[in-house]
């Protein structure tokens, strides 16, 4: 369906009906930009990210506690 013919349906369709294709339009439109900002490339935080050599070493009482 061409851009124009599409306008001339929705044009045609009574205000509430108008209403709802709007709202789906928008969501559409929303869902598209998330499924944009989710794509991810393999390396993109490499350099970035820095795990030290005592990551899995337990965490001191004082940590747990609160304490300084």
């Excluded at 013919?5 to 598209?32: A, G, S």
């Excluded at 794509?39 to 350099?47: C, F, M, N, P, S």
Aim: avoid cysteine; charge should be neutral.
């Amino acid at each position: 369906m061409q851009g124009q013919q599409l306008l001339h349906e929705i044009e045609i369709l009574p205000p509430d009906l108008q209403k709802q294709v709007t709202d789906f339009v928008v969501f559409l439109r929303k869902q598209q930009i998330r499924q944009l900002r989710k794509k991810r490339t393999v390396g993109e935080y490499k350099g970035k990210i820095i795990i030290h050599d005592d990551f899995n070493e337990p965490l001191p009482d004082d940590f747990w506690l609160g304490e300084k």
